[in-house]
């Protein structure tokens, strides 16, 4: 049977669009992140668009402008706010361990190994201080991996804020690019954006929002309970809360033990622990549901399983990417349903 000349175009489009995702994988992760910040930027740049109607790539240039100012600011401002209650917090371990402190603090705890039959200085020596020297070595890895890394940072910063630019000027074009390969009707094309656009938000909006939140909450705990540099403290456990299963728990836990062992009152000691559970821990449960729920009926319980899959697949880089497919995947099963004529996924579904 004779293989029509349409057949091998398609076939080699396929093999050239693989052979090129291949090499500009590196290149993915931040043409992604442009792209859902020229998503989340859209509201604005279309009031942009409207103030300088015949100037496109000035508009795009505004708004582009704008993101950069918006991350890089509160990220400048924020890291020396770290730095500064980090530079705090590693004087007072100084002056604590000086004044014997640690000691005098830590007697109730090597009291409670002894009473159980545990050898305090062979425990200190077995346990603990290697345990500290397997922390400074952790940290050190990634303080000198940061740094080697920051020429690639600061390149993957340009080329998103450079995709995003092409994606604010041109996003009508790459989108007409798109469709002329994907054939489809006029109105799957408006169903197909309007859904990815609500799905990708909801989504991210959903995580970021929750982050912020519990990083807040958390960093006002650590202040209410004076236990000192909440900024610091809220800020580990905004990024820890994008991890599930881990979460800000991996902060305010051992902090609760650490306020046990050092002598504070047991009702302030529970009082922590409540706030943190229910209050920090808790506040995902009204957030997320509000944001991913207005735009997607679909079961919370998939969008976890995505991040979880997509950090086992992606590293770090799935919490982008996990979401992301997600989205995809939910975008062209609605699209099925809606052929089948079934009930959509989404709450309104295209006619």
Same mark, same amino acid.
């Given at each position: ?79 020396? @706010? ?21 000691? !005098?603090?830590?007697?109730?705890? @090597?009291?409670? @190994? ?33 740094? !080697? ?187 099925? @349903? ?14």
């Amino acid at each position: 049977m004779a293989v029509s000349s349409r057949t091998i175009i398609s076939a080699l489009f396929l093999l050239i669009s693989l052979v090129a995702l291949v090499s500009f994988r590196n290149l993915i992760t931040p043409l992604v992140l442009g792209l859902i910040l020229a998503l989340i930027m859209d509201p604005f740049h279309q009031v942009i668009k409207k103030i300088f109607k015949k100037h496109e790539g000035l508009g795009a240039l505004i708004t582009t402008v704008s993101i950069f100012l918006l991350l890089i600011g509160p990220a400048v401002l924020l890291f020396f @706010l770290v730095m500064n209650e980090l530079t705090v917090i590693l004087s007072r371990f100084l002056i604590y361990i000086d004044q014997t402190g640690l000691r !005098a603090n830590s007697l109730f705890f @090597l009291n409670l @190994l002894q009473q159980i039959g545990i050898d305090t200085e062979t425990f200190l020596i077995s346990h603990v201080l290697p345990f500290l020297n397997d922390v400074g070595g952790i940290a050190s890895k990634l303080l000198v991996s940061f740094f !080697a890394n920051l020429p690639k940072i600061f390149f993957d910063f340009f080329l998103m804020l450079f995709s995003v630019f092409f994606f604010l000027k041109d996003g009508k074009k790459i989108r007409e690019f798109f469709f002329g390969i994907v054939s489809v009707s006029e109105n799957d094309k408006k169903h197909l954006i309007e859904t990815f656009q609500g799905v990708v938000l909801g989504i991210f909006w959903g995580q970021f929002l929750t982050a912020l939140a519990q990083g807040f909450l958390g960093g006002l705990g650590f202040y209410l309970f004076d236990l000192g540099t909440p900024v610091f403290f809220g800020v580990l456990m905004l990024f820890f809360s994008l991890i599930p299963f881990i979460g800000p728990m991996i902060i305010y836990l051992p902090t609760t033990a650490y306020l046990f062992i050092s002598g504070a009152s047991l009702p302030t000691v529970l009082l922590f622990l409540v706030y943190n559970l229910f209050v920090v821990s808790s506040v995902d449960n009204i957030i997320k549901p509000l944001v991913i729920g207005s735009r997607i009926k679909i079961h919370p319980a998939l969008i976890f399983f995505g991040l979880i899959g997509g950090l086992r697949f992606f590293g770090a880089l799935g919490l982008i990417y996990g979401p992301l497919i997600i989205a995809l995947f939910l975008l062209f099963a609605d699209l099925y @349903l809606e052929k089948t004529k079934q009930e959509s996924l989404f709450h309104n579904g295209h006619k």
